[in-house]
């Protein structure tokens, strides 16, 4: 059973930064893609950002292109999201999430595991 969970989330100015980690069970980053979605109150949850098995490749949804980042650390089993020129419309909860394929990664249902997100808040 794949396990995933966040943390880093808080309070932010707007412009400020924060990065998040997602702590995995072993051999889920060489097993599965793994992914960050997001979901503002009352809105859908929505892709954010994806990274392959071996790291080399990486997606980004438009809105975050050029101020978040994916990584991994595959001897932590821990994913990340570092996220800088934060805006109040980033405010969300922020998901962990596991996908077979690199084409199923951006769609929520299509994840296979999810964690139970932390909780970023971008003040203006």
């Known amino acids: 059973q794949v396990q995933l969970v966040e943390s880093g989330g808080g309070l932010v100015q707007a412009g400020g930064s924060l990065r998040l980690s997602c702590a995995a069970s072993?051999?889920?980053?060489?097993?599965?893609?793994m992914g960050w979605f997001r979901q503002a109150p009352e809105k859908e949850r929505e892709f954010v950002a994806a990274i392959n098995r071996r790291g080399g490749n990486r997606y980004y949804a438009d809105s975050v292109k050029g101020r978040f980042t994916i990584s991994n650390d595959s001897a932590k089993n821990t994913v990340y999201l570092e996220m800088n020129s934060l805006k109040p419309e980033d405010t969300a909860i922020y998901y962990c999430a596991s996908a077979a394929q690199w084409t199923e990664i951006q769609r929520p249902i299509s994840v296979l595991y999810w964690g139970k997100g932390t909780l970023v808040t971008v003040s203006s």
């Open positions: 072993e051999r889920t980053l060489s097993t599965y893609v």
